[in-house]
């Protein structure tokens, strides 16, 4: 990608790698990640005049899946890895 957006050619390069038989997903919101359904592709122009393709969300009540998997968060830097803080013994009665 040369440009700061993503373009169809871009797109359909990194689609191609892909199984074709496999569902299509937006994730969305990096501060709270939530995966949606695309349904509809759409072509307009923008307020500069420039063709633009939008991919829609769903208009259906299950077109919000739900959030993001973990991981896919983690992979697209939106959040850190998380990891269990180190165990501490544990005190006993008395004070020791």
């Known amino acids: ?29 990096p501060l709270f990640p939530m995966a949606h359904r695309l349904e509809r592709v759409l072509q307009s122009v ?8 939008y991919l829609a969300e769903g208009r259906d009540k299950d077109a919000q899946l739900g959030y993001l998997p973990p991981e896919v968060a983690i992979e697209l830097t939106w959040q850190g890895p998380v990891q ?13």
């Open 84 to 96: 269990a803080p180190p165990r501490r013994s544990r005190r006993r009665a008395g004070g020791n």
């Open 1 to 29: 990608m040369t440009s700061p957006e993503m373009t169809v050619a871009d797109l359909i390069d990194l689609l191609s790698a892909c199984d074709p038989s496999t569902p299509v997903r937006q994730a969305m919101n």
């Open 46 to 53: 923008d307020e500069t005049g420039r063709t633009v393709v």
